[in-house]
Structures are given as structure tokens and as C-alpha cells.
């Protein structure tokens, strides 16, 4: 006999699989790095490619923009939120880069290393480094995405030393890294219980 306001076992079964699926999400979701709100508008200048013409730059709900006399040069990908960015001469060699913190999906993009099977899709945090030659911006470094999130960045420097990056990690601590020719090498740190590698 059929019961009409009865539920069958699979509308059950499919309501149990939602409900996990639900509180799977909901515990990575509230244990994963998070993208800060976006700060008020920041803006910065310089002449990154040496042509004695002044470059602007202007990050504003996490999208930089870059002009050269008024002229629009460059913008950030919407793939990417840009939380911060560093105008310094990160590697030591005497001309200034550009040093992004990007929040985005994925780490490789459409190259992938051969022992990732499919596409990343988690979310994360990395640092871009970039160099403008001419007028146009070319990758010169891209991190994968990193353990930690990181809140701020900025850079330290000392006579007859390389350049220094000190990034703040959130959750609390710093790192202080070195361009080492390949990436960043940590050279000290203060981090509550775990650290970057």
C-alpha cells in the first residue's frame, strides 16, 4: 500500500548527502586564508621601466590600475583581488618591480606541473612579481599558492645589503624573506605554531 505523504529513502539519502556536503564546505570555508575587505583606495608613482616618463598606480577595490602621462598602461586580470602591492627593488639588482599580493583560484593555471592531475580551484593567496619592460608588464616570478594568508607586506633595507621583504601572516607573526636568484628564501620569522615555506 502506498503512503502519499510519506518520504521515499532516497529523498532522505539525498538530503543527507546535502547536509554533509553543507557542513564539509562550511568547516573549509571557515579555516581557509580569507580575502581582507578591500582598503581605500591606495595610489603610488614611479618610473619602472626607466623611460623618464612616470608611471601611476592606483589599487582600488582590488583591482590596480596602471597609466603613463594619464594614459592607461595596464590593469589587473578580474581573476585576480589584489590586496596589496610593493614598488621596490625586491631581487637587488638596482631596478624596482612590481610585487603584487594576489587572492585567486588555482596555482598553475593552464600549464600545469605534471604531478597535478586536474585544475586547482581552491582559493589562495600569492605574490607576483613583475617587471615592466617598455610598456608592457611581464610575469618575472609567481608564487604557488601560499600556506598562510598573508595581511601585509613592505620592505626592509640596509647599506650593503639586499632588500629585505617582511610580510605580516594573519592569524599574527611576520617573515622576513630574501630574493635568492630563484624565489624567496625565509631568513627569520616570529610565527604562532607553523610557518611558510
Known amino acids: ?6 518520504a521515499s529513502p532516497t529523498l532522505w539519502a539525498g538530503l543527507a548527502v546535502l547536509l554533509g556536503l553543507f557542513l564539509l564546505l562550511w568547516g573549509y570555508g571557515r579555516n581557509c586564508p580569507r580575502l581582507p575587505d578591500p582598503p581605500p583606495a591606495v595610489f603610488a608613482a614611479a618610473d619602472l621601466n626607466a623611460n623618464g616618463r612616470t608611471e601611476s598606480y592606483r589599487l582600488d577595490k582590488h583591482t590596480l590600475w ?9 590593469h589587473t586580470p578580474p581573476e585576480w583581488q589584489v590586496q596589496e602591492f610593493l614598488l621596490a627593488d625586491i631581487d637587488g639588482r638596482g631596478k624596482p618591480e612590481l610585487l603584487l599580493l594576489v587572492w585567486k583560484q588555482g596555482s598553475f593555471g593552464r600549464s600545469r606541473p605534471f604531478w597535478q592531475e586536474s585544475r586547482d580551484y581552491s582559493w589562495g593567496c600569492h605574490l607576483f612579481l613583475l617587471q615592466l619592460q617598455r610598456d608592457r608588464f611581464h610575469p618575472f616570478w609567481f608564487s604557488s599558492a ?16 639586499p632588500p629585505r621583504l617582511v610580510v605580516v601572516v594573519q592569524g599574527g607573526g611576520w617573515q622576513s624573506w630574501q630574493w635568492d636568484g630563484w624565489g624567496f628564501k625565509c631568513l627569520d620569522s616570529a610565527l604562532p605554531g607553523h610557518g611558510l615555506e
Open 66 to 74: 596602471v597609466a603613463e602621462e594619464g594614459m592607461p598602461l595596464w
Open 1 to 6: 500500500m502506498h503512503r502519499p505523504n510519506a
Open 146 to 161: 601560499l600556506p598562510s594568508g598573508i595581511s601585509r607586506l613592505q620592505t626592509k633595507t640596509a647599506p650593503n645589503a
